[in-house]
């Protein structure tokens, strides 16, 4: 071993064992650099450094010296905290892979507001040893205290698992080398418009589609847009020519032919080629061919209407479900859902007009009550409602089932 104090070479195991307090390897230590090579291995063939060698292998055998302990608690404590973390990832995990909220209003154990991930840990302690001698022993200890509970390790272990699963999607777009691009933007609940970005790519036999992250944005045009996602190629070593396709809804900033994002990322990649959200596009043809017509305005109001007017009262509701019918709400963004609630109407309508009637002739119910029942009574038996609740049933149905396809 080298002494930096002294700068000269000891011998270990003789300075430990050895008797020969002469010997330069154990009293003044060595410095002779041109003669080390021979001196030193002169030295390890001698007979007094091959018996101190023999002496140094017996004592590391035994089991009753200090570092022969210290060495087993390090091991116990490795073990000890190797387990609890192996069941926080495995908590992580199920929570993540769900989508569920971690977080509660405290991080109290034994509290029923700690959230999810300190609930989940509370549930397993009632059948995992580990974990109960674990929240036993360090739960609600505060600040200074590794327990490996706390909101900073849980972050911190979401952190490094997210970065493994998005390096496992980069390794995998580079070996399919070719990919596609699809993203939408929507406001958070927190009122923070984010895009959403999502890669398609091929690979052995399989199509993927793999969501990447989420990309704060402060403008919704398309050299805003195209500025983003070029620094997040950038960013993880993506390729823009490699890029083969490219999705997104029908807006003019997307789909602008000229300065949209799919125009935009073309000209960067002359192979990118768009191709409009089918489902989008599905969407706004029903919304234009229902715009044309008056008459299918008139009838998807009276629809919501109903809706609007049983779900307003727990008594009109439960005197529908009491004919064995119900009415489903109009989706304003998604038009196949519209086809439940048209094939509610046409399926429960004599139930609907019979609830209609009783509620319009009920004396004990209010003036503006049985003023509105009679009004929806008189539009839904009016012969071109019936028309167009047939129409758009059929229409409606066919509807769906593309969009369930797509």
């Known amino acids: 071993m080298f002494s930096e104090s002294t700068g000269c070479v000891f011998c ?3 300075k430990l064992f050895s008797p020969d307090y002469d010997n330069v390897f154990v009293k003044s230590g060595f410095y002779n650099w041109k003669k080390a090579k021979q001196t030193i291995f002169g030295h390890e063939n001698s007979k007094e450094h091959i018996q101190c060698m023999i002496k140094w292998i017996e004592f590391i055998k035994q089991n009753t010296h200090v570092d022969e302990y210290m060495v ?3 091991k116990r404590e490795f073990n000890y905290w190797s387990a609890i973390l192996n069941r926080i990832v495995a908590i992580i995990r199920f929570l993540a892979g769900r989508g569920l909220a971690f977080r509660g209003h405290n991080e109290v154990i034994g509290s029923s507001n700690n959230g999810n991930y300190l609930g989940m840990l509370e549930l397993l302690t009632q059948f995992d ?3 109960k001698q674990h929240t ?3 739960a609600n200890k505060g600040k200074g205290n590794v327990n490996y509970l ?3 390790i849980c972050e911190e272990l979401i952190d490094i698992m997210s970065q493994k699963v998005l390096t496992h999607i980069i390794t995998e777009i580079k070996k399919a080398k070719y990919w596609g691009i699809i993203v939408d933007s929507t406001p958070d609940i927190s009122h ?6 999502i890669f398609r790519y091929y690979l052995n036999g399989h199509v993927y589609e793999q969501f990447f992250c989420f990309l704060q944005i402060k403008s919704h045009d398309g050299k805003s847009l195209i500025t983003h996602i070029l620094n997040l190629l950038e960013r993880y070593g993506n390729d823009i020519t490699n890029c083969r ?3 997104y809804d029908n807006a003019s900033n997307m789909s602008g032919k000229y300065s949209g994002l799919q125009a935009r990322l073309k000209e960067r990649s002359e192979l990118a080629f768009y191709i409009p959200c089918a489902g989008h596009s599905l969407n706004l043809v029903g919304q234009c061919s229902v715009s044309e017509c008056i008459n299918s305005i008139n009838y998807f109001g009276v629809l919501q209407s109903l809706y609007s007017f049983f779900v307003a009262s727990t008594h009109r509701w439960d005197l529908l479900k009491g004919n064995h019918a119900t009415l489903k709400h109009l989706s304003d963004t998604r038009w196949s859902c519209r086809s439940d609630a048209s094939k509610s109407l046409v399926e429960n309508f004599d139930e609907i007009h019979a609830a209609l009637c009783h509620i319009a002739e009920d004396a004990e119910e209010k003036s503006d009550t049985r003023h509105e029942a009679l009004c929806l009574l008189n539009k839904i038996t009016k012969l071109d409602f019936a028309f167009m609740a047939v129409l ?3 229409i409606l149905k066919r509807f769906n089932a593309v969009s369930k396809l797509l």
Not at 192 to 197: E, N, P, R
């Open 72 to 74: 087993s608690q390090i």
């Open 392 to 394: 758009w049933h059929h």
């Open 129 to 131: 040893p580990v974990l």
């Open 245 to 247: 396709g490219q999705a």
């Open 150 to 152: 706390s909101k900073t």
């Open 12 to 14: 270990y195991v003789c």
């Open 136 to 138: 036993g022993t360090f």
């Open 192 to 197: 923070v418009d984010q895009l959403s970005v």
